[in-house]
């Protein structure tokens, strides 16, 4: 009972939160403090299961065999020749060559077909050629303290609702230059109207698409795949839809529309994109990411439902693929690795997102207290898969041996010996593994634990804590924010590995690793320009 109950208090913190001048009873002018206690993330490296390292050993050993057969193949054709000089291996070719002519055209054929079945059976390579962000237009940006002016003028939130949110907006995160809908700051009416989402969606993905098109020179009509993602707003005909009639793409084209996918649907996204390039050969494909924030506005007094109106913001991100060999001198980036975790089965983890209506019939997104923990779990799931795939051999023989370690010797006492601290297994470096990092920038409290479990440094998480601070959590899109950031800065290298890492309802929890093909230069569009100079902040 001891030993639990001082495992829970590991994940246990406390904050002290400066609630401002209390406004009324008898503290009336008074400055006044609250004590907040809250779940961290687990430390998920101390507790990984071993089945989910075994998942991503299975990737590695398999091309493990190719890696071991071919030199020792190699080693004994070597062998065999070099114990023959130069003469008497052409009088050997030559004479078998004569006599025996039918071997030497059968031996012939095999080897081309082989080779011809080796080549035509391995994956395509899938080359990211470029990206956009849109870039909300200065009367859309909204301060901290506008934000609550607003919310009170708009007469939908009561005074304990109003003091909530501006509670988490001063620990949040966000800077004053986050960007809202004109929907959202103008209209004292209801928001969630199926006009206003359409008017929405429209300028954050017809304007990153713009931008996509003409920085790339691709026609809409040579687009193959379009993938849309926007977990919230799904209309009739569908975004994917709305795209092709406004830039009158071709009538074969792939489309899809994923919907209620969360912010790590983006990801998801770029995984049936790739698919789709398997099977189709010389195409494009583009992916669109955004998610409508007028949408899904909730007007309420739910405390759990209002923490999304103050994250959330305006955002999208459009992205161009390839699988046409002629691009690999224009790409900029080449995609490595896909691993996505989905713990929908757990019902905490099922409802931990939660889309309903709260006691008076209004709608909103209900956002539970234990998100963190399972986000960790989730997140201790993905790492643990992808470590293997990524993680030099030295890391992984170590991180490996210590897990069996205390899963054959140690399972008992090692749970004792973790909550008195006496034992530290060995965790993984993952900035051996990556030189950027973009994790999804839901909010501060959660970079915080993240960066604490994964012993990232404050220039790992950079991206990251700056894409927060001026553009707010974009959802999907947010990753992109941050890779742009990193390009903007010129902090890009030929041979980079670039580690996307997000998270959303379900619970699910992805990643993506590309390489980047050649140095970045800063570009001519991008959505930090004309504020880059003044990040990164502290914040």
Not at 62 to 86: C, D, H, K, Q
Not at 228 to 254: D, E
Not at 364 to 390: D, F, M, Q, R, Y
Not at 416 to 434: E, N, T, V, W
């Amino acid at each position: 009972m001891s030993v639990d109950m001082a495992s829970e208090r590991d994940l246990l913190s406390t904050e002290i939160v400066n609630n401002g001048i209390e406004s009324s009873g008898p503290n009336a002018g008074s400055l006044t403090f609250s004590v907040r206690v809250r779940r961290r993330l687990p430390d998920f490296l101390q507790s990984v299961n071993l089945k989910y390292v075994k998942l991503g050993y299975h990737h590695l050993i398999n091309n493990a065999i190719y890696l071991a057969t071919i030199p020792i193949l190699v080693l004994v054709f070597s062998a065999e020749v070099g114990s023959l000089s130069r003469e008497e291996l052409w009088r050997k070719l030559w004479f078998d060559a004569r006599y025996d002519l039918a071997t030497v055209l059968g031996f012939f054929g095999v080897f081309v077909f082989t080779l011809s079945v080796y080549f035509m059976s391995r994956p395509r390579s899938i080359y990211l050629i470029d990206f956009a962000c849109f870039r909300p237009s200065d009367d859309l940006k909204v301060s901290k303290e506008q934000f609550i002016d607003l919310a009170r003028k708009s007469g939908k939130f009561d005074e304990q609702s109003l003091e909530f949110q501006a509670r988490i907006l001063n620990s949040s995160g966000l800077g004053d230059e986050t960007c809202i809908p004109k929907s959202v700051i103008t209209s004292t009416e209801n928001t969630a109207t199926m006009k206003e989402g359409r008017a929405e969606a429209s300028l954050v993905m017809f304007g990153a698409l713009d931008e996509l098109f003409e920085k790339t020179k691709v026609r809409p009509k040579d687009v193959g795949v379009l993938v849309v993602n926007c977990s919230i707003f799904n209309p009739t005909p569908s975004l994917s839809a709305m795209i092709i009639n406004h830039y009158k793409m071709r009538g074969n084209i792939l489309s899809y529309n994923l919907g209620g996918m969360g912010c790590s649907a983006g990801i998801i996204a770029v995984d049936l994109a790739r698919d789709m390039l398997q099977a189709n050969p010389n195409n494009y494909a583009v992916v669109v990411s955004t998610e409508t924030v007028g949408y899904n506005w909730y007007p309420g007094s739910d405390r759990s439902m209002l923490v999304p109106n103050c994250f959330f913001r305006m955002g999208c991100s459009a992205v161009l693929l390839s699988n046409r060999r002629r691009d690999y001198h224009r790409a900029k980036y080449r995609l490595e690795h896909i691993v996505r975790t989905h713990k929908g089965a757990d019902d905490r983890s099922f409802r931990c997102v939660y889309q309903e209506e709260d006691e008076q019939r209004l709608k909103g997104l209900k956002i539970s207290k234990e998100l963190v923990e399972i986000g960790g779990e989730a997140l201790k799931t993905n790492i643990t898969t992808l470590g293997p795939l990524v993680l030099p051999f030295s890391e992984q023989l170590l991180f490996f041996a210590t897990l069996v370690s205390r899963h054959l010797f140690n399972k008992e006492g090692s749970q004792l010996s973790l909550s008195s601290g006496k034992q530290r297994p060995y965790i993984p470096d993952f900035k051996l593994a990556f030189e950027r990092f973009c994790v999804h920038a839901a909010s501060k409290t959660v970079l915080d634990e993240l960066q604490r479990n994964l012993e990232l440094s404050d220039e790992n998480m950079e991206a990251s804590r700056m894409t927060l601070h001026r553009f707010g959590n974009t959802s999907s899109s947010s990753i992109w924010y941050e890779l742009a950031y990193m390009e903007a800065k010129e902090k890009v290298k030929r041979g980079d590995r670039v580690w996307q890492l997000a998270f959303g309802s379900g619970f699910k929890c992805n990643s993506i690793v590309w390489r980047s093909m050649r140095r970045v230069r800063k570009p001519s569009r991008n959505p930090w320009l004309d504020c880059i100079e003044r990040y990164p902040v502290m914040n």
